[in-house]
């Protein structure tokens, strides 16, 4: 299927908006047709979320969750462990450390199941998805301001939950599609044996 | 779980700027520890998807699917049918309005299988999720300005660009999760037997 039907080109871009964490802009855009129009949009580094299995060998998969106030929505969601990356920082080694930095746990095996893109109306944000097992529980760093509760629950407790509207924040629902898929040896993963988040490299 | 040790409380608000799709917001709040912080956020109206299923006799499912350039992106994505919702507009017209705009059918049948948000950091927006069938096809009515291809896949294909990074819409990852669950029959939906969008109510 071409794009050519499809595409938008770039005529010009401004700066909306840079705040501490919100950069926008509005570009003004060639239309398929010929006619032109205005695009607005976040800037945003990516992002990391790490669904983090706690091995069980007389239970069902138990997953590592947060409860965390979301103050755009004013309420406590139910959440994977997530954050964004530093500049330049590899998504892998971003994703140990928010683990470590949020939930206290390293693990020994990483698997990279995909990427989502969560608004792509309006932003530029991706989330890589990462699996990681083998987990060893020390202590979290949470940085100053940072403020969540962490957890765990089954893999059929988080889908229920899915599925009754406890857990509507779309990067967890789409972790769930993964898990159900990797419980079920639909979708494979690829594991690696990792260093931890804090060892030299 | 009590949600104090979590909640932040808005001391004041100002806008940051208002744009023709873009409205955001800086507050100030009071963390959980009694310290203040920033929060800025997007407002947006909410929206609705479409997950519309074509029966068929023989074969298994297959779902109405697009392909849509998205500028922040940079490339076409597939998608569920989906738009914002026009003020003080029900759900549900929403979503009949939206499919018959964007795709053409309209459907006899409707079940509310639940909600996502899709960038709960720094967004209010809620997406609705919706099913459909009992499809007819007509004319679609597309908006001045919009373009979109629209396709139909079978659910199996649909998953598999899932797990293969055809599809990273995380919107679309979403409706995946509850159209392989009912497929499954793991999660019911409550159809309903509903008007046409473009009948008198």
């Known amino acids: 299927m071409a794009?050519?039907?499809?595409?938008?080109?770039?005529?010009?871009?401004?700066?909306?908006?840079?705040?501490?964490?919100?950069?926008?802009f509005c570009d003004q855009v060639k239309l398929p047709d010929g006619a032109t129009s205005a695009r607005e949009y976040i800037v945003h580094p990516g992002a990391v979320m790490i669904v983090a299995l706690l091995g069980d060998a007389v239970g069902e998969v138990q997953v590592v969750l947060e409860r965390q106030?979301?103050?755009?929505?004013?309420?406590?969601?139910?959440?994977?462990p997530a954050g964004k990356l530093e500049p330049?920082?590899?998504?892998?080694?971003?994703?140990?450390?928010?683990?470590?930095?949020?939930?206290?746990?390293?693990?020994?095996?990483?698997?990279?199941?995909?990427?989502?893109?969560?608004?792509?109306?309006?932003?530029?944000?991706?989330?890589?998805?990462?699996?990681?097992?083998?987990?060893?529980?020390?202590?979290?760093?949470?940085?100053?301001?940072?403020?969540?509760?962490?957890?765990?629950?089954?893999?059929?407790?988080?889908?229920?939950?899915?599925?009754?509207?406890?857990?509507?924040?779309?990067k967890t629902l789409t972790a769930a599609l993964w898990l159900q898929n990797v419980l079920m040896g639909a979708w494979a993963l690829n594991w690696q044996t990792s260093v931890a988040a804090d060892a030299p490299r």
């Not at 794009?3 to 926008?24: N, P, Q």
């Not at 106030?69 to 994977?80: C, D, H, N």
């Not at 590899?90 to 930095?101: F, V």
Request: charged fraction near 25%.
């Open 69 to 80: 106030f979301r103050y755009p929505l004013g309420q406590v969601m139910i959440e994977f």
């Open 88 to 170: 330049a920082e590899d998504s892998q080694r971003c994703a140990q450390r928010e683990l470590l930095e949020e939930t206290g746990y390293q693990a020994t095996q990483w698997a990279r199941a995909g990427q989502l893109h969560p608004a792509i109306a309006y932003s530029t944000e991706f989330i890589d998805i990462w699996f990681a097992r083998g987990l060893t529980l020390g202590q979290r760093q949470l940085d100053q301001g940072e403020f969540l509760d962490v957890f765990t629950a089954s893999s059929t407790e988080l889908l229920q939950w899915c599925r009754d509207g406890q857990v509507t924040d779309g």
């Open 3 to 24: 794009d050519s039907d499809l595409r938008e080109v770039k005529l010009g871009s401004r700066e909306l908006f840079k705040g501490h964490f919100l950069h926008a």
